[in-house]
């Protein structure tokens, strides 16, 4: 059986029973080499949560330190990645950038699979719930997400908290059909029914037996989840809805400085570097995490 | 099953009248006052209350609401607070350069991405393979509107080939309608292209181990016909799933690249719109957006029962 | 030409002949395309007042007067006029031959409606409703002002380029409620509106009206003949900037109103392309406090935040690197007009007293209470703004609630006159038309008869005699004088802080020529080959 679910770039083709099993011969250069892109996506994750958490040691600057008087510099050994147009250091913006854009990703990541986790299971499981969750749910995802997302920034001011709010909540149905799918199928499933049929209760058949089956799509899903925020806090920076100028973001650094890419394209690309690079590494260990999960699909042919 | 699609049309009802009322009670609590924008800078505090009276804004919520709502139910969208041009109008103005982004878009994403995630299917694990996910990674990872201007810089001002915004209609011709396309279609596919790209690999690599396909080869079939006319044809059905389900994705999209190449399009007008408190509007447009996707919805949900049996509704 | 650059230009002409047919290329040099500074989102000069809408309607209807580039107002659809009683009474001819664009002639019915249309929202124009016996047509080329005191400022409130402008429009649209939008935009002047062709947030197009009779004099912004040597003019509302400067090197339009200061050296490296400063009369940038709660109800604290900011930091932050195109302003009034006055101004000036104004700040009582700083971030020039005063608010050690949101938003918001943290607001920053700024009448901002005031409240019994002693001035020396000590105690009083005078560029084809300098731009007289 394989159940595509709706927006799911991942789309993790069958259901995993449990984690692989863990061979120790060689462990390490074993895991590299089956597994190159967890590596590769991880190793770079890493280096950009070390360049989130050591910014200040960094050799940078105040990121907000204006200077008018030296706006718009070339990149120079003073300025390694130039000044903006209020003449604040753009090499200390994108490293100090670097933990909103990664609290934002993980944050949505984590919120929305743990919210539409639970709403999912309840959807699925208990089925006089199922019909009103989903037109909700039907309702929110009918909504664009980023038009949602834009609106639900207009309700409020910019913030972080905000932001990660407006892009959450878009995200949440998605998630909850994902999960709500998963547990569909499941339920059909010989020890879900048995389990049923034997009396237990619903959280104790949700949490023993189908919580643990859908971890491993749903991790998947939530580093693509994670991937789509950091893009979003971009798109809503670009269209003037994201977080507020004064604190760094990768987004905001290129939305500040787009309409110069012509002349001073500096301003733009090395956020982008940045967050092309994340965005990427994220979705590397996604798409490893999926083949490494899912032993049917990885190794073969 | 025809009684279930019956009720799942009758259930749509709700659904959109749920996405009326939760747009509506957003607009209503955001700050915000389209009076203030109408009125310029120099106006006084007096003038803006009284426009803000004369838009009926300072009516009660669900005075608004019902008000509203009723002449929707007779097919009145209203009136633009801005423009003053009926809703329904400023919609049918917009609608083709975006339907017209979108499909061009499709098309495009469809015959790159479908071949490439054949062949990444195929190749597993090999290099090509890898060559085509990270090309598809990319397509995911670089902000749309980067994409725009690096396109638009190369093909438009040092190439001259392509103009750098606008819309024309077909009605124009058909060249002229696909040169200002072209761009904006291949910067808006660079996800769509990743979308597709991935979930044909992730199918195909399902199809390709089951037993008929085992059997197709053991037949002696020729590798091309095995890859396209057995495994795609029944891989086929979650890739269109989730060619439909991207559409969303394609809106959000749509509103940056429509932004960037200066396409009028629903995308740009719900985001005018919002900006500028343009309530009737954003109503109008979420109302459009929100029946065109539950009926996406509808048809994915119907799939699923084809695809797998086991689920039964 | 470069060998590349001459196979390129071939290549693209052979793509863009097969793109454009004939025909339409041969009228190209009537079309114009222009990048107006926003969208065209409303069309309604006197309900809606952003400048965007004025500069479309400037096109659409005429005016009975229009001022020249020196401000001076001149006959425009009037053919003359008679002052009597000193002010008190006059009467006006219009010219003849006025048509409106439905083919019905211009009477003086018409013109009386509009002005009571005009009348309503104009605050030059509420002046002299308060004293306005009655406004009446005497025959149809014909009408009579006859006011209860001496008005001599008639000329220049029916001429004057600020919004809302005193447009003339047909009775039956004139007769809308000045609070309600009309719904067909039918005028006298030289462009007709195609109401048809009108995609908001895209385009808006007009097209020359046959029935057109300009003034013999040449034409000088609002004043002397508007003769069009164009067909057709088309907007196109290009949101993005970086895609405007692209569509204006590619060629794609001909007219950009407000390219932003920093592509300003790429297009003067570009040869095709003739850049200068758009609007001599300029800008002046806004630090706008509310007089109505504490801290900046206290005169103090406003001298503290007068005496620290820096008006090059705001001006750098707004127009950026190019010294032409900002200086420092110590005055309210705008630089290079004849009423210009610096007096008082010497406190925005010189070396910035950073210790002085934590003293004031502290006699005024401030205790670290939270300061709402509204910003909309959707707006280049209030975000540089925005910006620059978080920073200087820090460096007083003030506690700053920065505020982002759009420009929607703190419209709203600067309204309410409630206690910033109950949902009103300290600070907020905007900008100002020079043309606004050249004396009192069309300068709402300066105002100070508190709750009737603009956003902010000030409330000073002398300024507003001051302004009151200017409307009633015999002449314009005395007049001067006056506006001198109104900008001294406007400075003392600190009505809000001038954050300096900027200027911004236009940009246009070399293919086009006749763009002049004015506060809005002038499509009369503009050619194209």
Redesign the interface.
């Known amino acids: 059986m394989s159940a595509v679910l709706p927006g799911d770039p991942a789309a993790a083709p069958t259901l995993p029973d449990v984690l692989p099993p863990v061979r120790r011969r060689g462990a390490v250069m074993r895991f590299v080499v089956r597994h190159p892109t967890i590596v590769a996506g991880g190793a770079l994750i890493g280096l950009m949560i070390f360049i989130a958490i050591c910014a200040p040691y960094l050799h940078t600057v105040d990121p ?3 200077a ?2 030296r ?2 510099r070339a990149p120079s050994p003073q300025y390694w990645f130039g000044t903006d ?3 604040r250091d753009i090499y200390s913006r994108v490293l100090y950038g670097s933990r909103v854009s990664l609290i934002v990703g993980f944050s949505v990541a984590l919120l929305a699979s743990v919210i539409g986790m639970l709403i999912g299971l309840v959807s699925g499981f208990v089925r006089w719930t199922d019909a009103l969750i989903m037109r909700i749910m039907d309702g929110l995802m009918a909504i664009p997400g980023i038009l949602l997302a834009i609106a639900l920034m ?1 309700l409020t ?3 972080v908290q905000n932001v990660i709010i407006a892009i959450t909540v878009p995200q949440v149905p998605q998630v909850a059909r994902l999960v709500r799918g998963l547990v569909l199928s499941l339920r059909e499933q010989p020890f879900v029914e048995a389990a049923t049929a034997s009396g237990s209760r619903f959280w104790k058949i949700a949490f023993r037996h189908i919580l643990p089956n859908t971890l491993a799509p749903l991790t998947v899903q939530a580093t693509y989840i994670c991937a789509s925020a950091m893009i979003t806090e971009a798109i809503l920076s670009f ?3 994201g ?4 604190i760094p973001s990768w987004g905001n650094i290129m939305a500040e400085g ?7 394209p500096y301003i733009v690309f090395f956020p982008a570097i940045f967050l092309s690079v994340t965005v990427l590494a994220v979705n590397l260990l996604g798409d490893g995490l999926r083949d490494a999960l899912d032993p049917r699909a990885a190794g073969r042919l | 099953m025809l009684a279930y699609i019956l009720r799942r049309v009758l259930q749509t009802i709700p659904v959109m009248a749920f996405v009326a009322l939760f747009v509506f009670s957003l607009l209503y609590i955001a ?4 009076a ?16 803000h ?2 838009l009926g804004l300072d009516r009660p919520f669900l005075v608004r609401f019902a008000d509203w709502a009723w002449r929707v139910l007779h097919g009145d969208l209203g009136v ?1 607070i ?4 009926p809703v329904s109008h ?1 919609i049918a ?2 609608i083709e350069p975006t339907l017209s982004l979108m499909i061009l878009t499709m098309i495009l994403s469809i015959v790159i991405a479908v071949p490439m995630g054949v062949l990444a299917a195929w190749k597993q694990g090999t290099l090509i393979d890898r060559a085509v996910m990270l090309n598809a990674v990319i397509g995911f990872s670089v902000p749309v509107f980067v994409i725009g ?1 690096v396109l ?2 190369i093909f ?2 040092q ?3 392509l ?5 024309t209609s077909i009605s124009q011709g058909f ?2 309608f696909l ?1 200002t396309l072209i761009l904006p279609a291949v910067t808006l596919g660079g996800i769509y292209i990743a979308l597709i790209a991935r979930i044909t690999r992730a199918t195909m690599l399902e199809v390709l181990s089951q037993d008929y396909v085992r059997t197709a080869r053991a037949k002696g079939l020729g590798q091309n016909s095995v890859l396209f006319l057995h495994a795609l044809k029944n891989a086929a059905v979650p890739i269109a799933t989730v060619i439909g389900l991207g559409v969303a994705l394609l809106i959000g999209g749509a509103v940056v690249t429509e ?4 396409i ?1 399009g629903l995308g ?2 719900t985001v ?1 719109a919002i ?4 309530y009737p509007v954003i109503q109008g447009v979420v109302l459009l957006f929100s029946f065109a996707f539950v009926l996406v919805n509808l048809l994915v949900d119907l799939t699923y029962t084809f695809f797998d049996p086991r689920i039964r509704y | 030409m470069k060998r590349r650059d001459f196979l ?2 071939a ?2 002409g052979a ?1 863009s002949g ?3 047919p004939n025909l339409a290329r041969a009228a190209d040099n009537r079309v114009l395309r222009f990048i107006p500074q926003a ?1 065209l ?4 000069p006197i ?5 965007v ?1 004025r500069n479309a309607s400037l096109l659409i209807w005429d005016t009975l007067y229009g001022v020249d580039a020196s401000l001076t107002p001149k006959s425009q659809m009037c053919e003359g006029h008679e002052m009597a009683e000193d002010g008190k009474t006059w009467t006006f001819r219009l010219r003849d031959g006025l048509k409106f664009h439905d083919g019905t002639p211009v009477l003086s019915r018409d013109v009386v409606a509009s002005l009571n249309r005009w009348m309503a ?1 104009d ?1 030059n124009g509420q002046t002299i409703k308060h004293t306005l016996d009655s406004l009446d047509a005497v025959d149809d080329r014909t009408f009579r002002f006859r006011l209860s005191k001496p008005f001599t400022k008639m000329l220049f409130a029916l001429g004057k380029a ?2 809302p402008v005193a447009f003339i429009m047909p009775e039956r649209l004139a007769r809308t ?1 000045p ?5 067909e935009y039918v005028g006298s002047g030289p462009m007709v509106f195609k109401k048809d062709e ?6 808006a197009v007009f097209e020359k009206f046959a029935g057109y009779q300009p003034r013999a004099e040449a034409g000088e912004w609002m004043a002397g003949g508007k003769r069009m040597m164009l067909d057709r003019i088309e907007w ?12 204006l ?2 060629g ?1 339009v001909d007219w950009w109103e407000t390219p ?1 200061p ?2 300003i ?2 297009l003067k490296r570009n040869g095709s392309i003739s850049v200068d400063i758009a609007d001599p009369l300029g800008n002046v940038g806004s630090f706008r406090m509310n007089h109505m709660y504490k801290p900046f109800s206290d005169v103090r604290a406003r001298r503290a935040v007068q005496i620290v900011l820096s008006q ?2 705001y001006m ?2 707004v127009v ?2 190019d010294p032409a195109l900002w200086k420092e302003l110590p005055s309210f009034f705008t630089p290079g007009t004849p009423s210009y006055s610096a007096a008082g101004g010497e406190v925005l000036s010189g070396p910035r007293k950073i210790d002085a104004a934590k003293k004031l700040l502290a006699e005024a009582g401030y205790d670290g209470e939270k300061i709402v700083l509204l ?1 909309a ?2 707006v ?1 020039i209030t ?2 703004e ?3 005063t ?2 200087l608010l820090k460096q007083l050690g003030m506690n700053v609630d ?8 703190v ?5 309410k006159k409630d206690p910033p943290e109950k949902g009103g607001w300290n600070i907020f920053h ?1 900008w ?1 038309a020079g043309a ?1 700024c050249i004396n009192p009448a ?1 300068y ?2 300066l105002r100070t008869n508190g709750d ?1 005031a ?2 902010g409240w000030p409330k000073d019994d002398h300024i507003e005699a001051l302004i009151a002693d200017w409307y009633n001035a015999p002449d314009d020396a005395s007049g001067n004088r006056i506006i001198a000590e109104i900008d001294r105690a406007s400075m003392d009083f600190v009505t809000y802080i001038p954050t300096g005078f900027f200027l911004a560029y236009q940009g246009w084809r070399r293919n086009v020529s006749g763009v002049v300098k004015a506060p809005f731009p002038v499509f009369w007289g503009v050619q194209k080959s």
């Open positions: 907000t330190a204006l008018p008087a706006r718009t147009m209020l003449g207009a001011r910019g913030s269209i003037g809805a977080t507020p100028p004064i787009r309409a110069l890419w012509q002349v001073k | 700050p915000g006052d389209p203030a924008i109408i009125a310029g800078d120099q106006a006084t505090p007096a003038d803006i209350a009284r426009i009276a004369q633009s801005f423009t003053n041009l400023m103005q917009r201007y638009a810089y438009a001002l190439l001259e080939w103009p750098v915004q606008g819309f060249w002229p040169r932004t960037v190449f200066a009028p740009r007008l005018d900006l500028r408190r343009d | 390129l230009t290549a693209s793509m097969l793109a454009a969208n989102a409303n069309l309604d309900w809606g007042t952003q400048y809408v929202r605050p600020n919004a409620d609070f309600a939008q009309i719904s009108w995609v908001p947030g895209s385009n196109k509302i290009i949101p993005d900037a970086a895609t405007a400067s692209a569509a090197q590619n794609e932003i920093d592509v050296p790429l090059s930091d750098q932050a950026g690197n910003v971030t959707d280049s975000k540089g925005g910006d620059i978080a920073e920065y505020v982002a949101t759009d420009w929607g938003t419209g709203q918001r600067r309204a905007t100002h606004d069309p709402t901002a009737q603009w956003f």
